[in-house]
């Protein structure tokens, strides 16, 4: 029972990421899924949400219209689409489901 993200790394501001959220061992599809992130020095805040049947999304203020939440539940798998990246994106982004916590995936934004 567990879920894993990936897809982090080091971009460019103005760039693009798509982190995965790859879930097991749990019927996946009849939970929402929530992306959090944890900036450096901070602490943890949600970032977006994303029902179970996927039908339905909210998004932070800091992330509306740049961040895309959504989900193939055929595969078990949450994404999170970052857009227009900037340097304050930069943190560990987690997923949440089921009372499950992945291990987080670093996404820096730097030129």
């Known amino acids: 029972v567990q879920l894993v993200e990936s897809g982090g790394g080091l971009v460019q501001p103005g760039g693009s990421l798509r982190l995965s959220c790859a879930a097991s061992?749990?019927?996946?599809?009849?939970?929402?899924v929530v992306w959090y992130r944890q900036p450096p020095g901070k602490e943890r805040e949600q970032v977006a949400v994303?029902?179970?049947?996927?039908?339905?999304?909210n998004y932070a203020d800091s992330v509306k219209g740049r961040f895309t939440i959504s989900r193939d539940n055929a595969k078990n798998t949450a994404y999170l689409q970052m857009n227009s990246l900037k340097p304050e994106d930069t943190a560990v982004y987690y997923c949440?489901?089921?009372?499950?916590w992945g291990q987080g995936t670093q996404v820096a934004v730097s030129s």
């Open positions: 949440h489901a089921s009372q499950l």
């Open positions: 994303i029902n179970s049947g996927g039908s339905s999304t």
């Open positions: 061992g749990f019927t996946f599809s009849t939970y929402p």
